[in-house]
Nanobody, 122 residues
Framework: QVQLVESGGGSVQAGGSLRLSCATS???????FAWFRQAPGKEREGVAA???????MYATAVKGRFTISKDISKDIVYLQMNSLKPDDTAMYYC?????????????????WGLGTQVTVSS
């Protein structure tokens, strides 16, 4: 049984940093992982993704500020978030798909965590 568990969210002031963690378990073979976020009243959107060959994708809004990485030995996917802005306030979700390549479509991911809240104040 596959499982994703996010942690590391919290409240910070603009310009601050947070590191989100996604503990993964039960996954075998090649998988792509991604971080999505959803603000109140908005659609869920992709933030950062990494495929099984460690190629990365970043949304334009976070490029240069966020970094996604994997620790294979610990089965954890991280999202380092720097220079945070109030617009980054959202629930952040970790997602996985049993494919080589990552995607920005929520429909392409079949495993999701419950999310961790990030709040950035001005």
């Amino acid at each position: 049984q596959v499982q994703l568990v996010e942690s590391g969210g919290g409240s910070v002031q603009a310009g601050g940093s947070l590191r989100l963690s996604c503990a993964t378990s039960g996954f075998t073979g090649s998988n792509a992982f991604a971080w999505f976020r959803q603000a109140p009243g908005k659609e869920r959107e992709g933030v950062a993704a990494v495929d099984s060959d460690d190629s990365f994708m970043y949304a334009t809004a976070v490029k240069g500020r966020f970094t996604i990485s994997k620790d294979i030995s610990k089965d954890i996917v991280y999202l380092q978030m720097n220079s945070l802005k109030p617009d980054d306030t959202a629930m952040y979700y970790c997602a996985a798909r049993p494919k080589l390549l990552c995607s920005w479509s929520t429909n392409d991911y079949n495993s999701w965590g419950l999310g961790t809240q990030v709040t950035v104040s001005s």
